[in-house]
């Protein structure tokens, strides 16, 4: 699976739109972009995934650049419930492990 | 919709002891995960099941057994736990098809002594 790089963390202002960028510059051709969060004592949280084209769901919208080699994971009004951590992970249709970095720590300021 | 469920949510024993962690998932979801999280290693999958009786080895199996005698259960085995077994346990499952996303339980804390 490829590797991603992304920022250690980030802060937002509640109400505006959080954008957490992550870097996949080995990403090959099958493999998926996933995000996840992880608020503090919970489970991880599915958000999106994409493969080529861009994503919306009713949680955030997923670009992924033409060349594949990085994508931003938008969340368009952050709330303080938005807090977490969030995961990039790149992820080969051959595999079934999720590989989770350390992941960009959201903070969200009221 | 109940989802995915672990049991316990918290659970202390003593070196030695066979403990359990149970999962149960109601979506019918033929894939189901067992990870284990830990301070500087993130997430690191222990085992995995594609359907009934089929299961398989993840990353970090050693010293875990697991059974999947039907599609909904996922049972997590230490038979002789140890100190270095103490970890926060994730319980995840998903659909066929690896471009299908994963989904989790909220976790067993277990502490081992």
């Known amino acids: 699976d490829a590797k991603t790089t992304q920022p250690t963390s980030m802060d937002c202002a509640e109400g505006r739109a959080a954008n957490l960028p992550c870097n996949h510059s080995?990403?090959?051709?099958?493999?998926?972009v996933y995000w996840y969060r992880q608020i503090h004592s919970q489970g991880p949280q599915y958000i999106i995934h994409?493969?080529?084209n861009n994503e919306t769901n009713e949680m955030a919208s997923l670009i992924i650049t033409e060349d594949r080699k990085s994508s931003t994971l938008i969340l368009p009004h952050a709330t303080l419930r938005d807090t977490a951590v969030y995961y990039c992970?790149?992820?080969?249709?051959?595999?079934?492990?999720?590989?989770f970095g350390t992941g960009t720590s959201l903070t969200v300021i009221p | 919709d109940a989802g995915i469920t672990q049991s316990p949510r918290y659970k202390i024993t003593e070196t030695g002891r066979q403990v359990t962690l149970m999962c149960h998932q109601t979506?019918?979801?033929?894939?189901m995960f067992w990870y284990r999280q830990d301070l500087g290693h993130g997430l690191r999958l222990i085992y995995y099941?594609?359907?009934?009786?089929?299961?398989d080895k993840g990353e970090v199996p050693d010293g875990y057994v697991v059974s999947r005698s039907k599609t909904e259960n996922f049972p997590l085995t230490l038979e002789s736990a140890t100190r270095s077994q103490t970890s926060v346990y994730f319980c995840?499952?998903?659909?066929?098809?690896?471009?299908?996303?994963?989904?989790f339980g909220d976790g067993t804390r277990l502490s081992i002594l």
């Open positions: 995840a499952s998903s659909e066929g098809g690896s471009n299908q996303p994963q989904h």
């Open positions: 080995t990403i090959s051709g099958n493999e998926y």
């Open positions: 994409g493969l080529k």
């Open positions: 992970i790149v992820r080969s249709q051959s595999r079934n492990q999720f590989y």
């Open positions: 979506w019918s979801h033929s894939y």
């Open positions: 099941s594609a359907a009934a009786d089929i299961t």
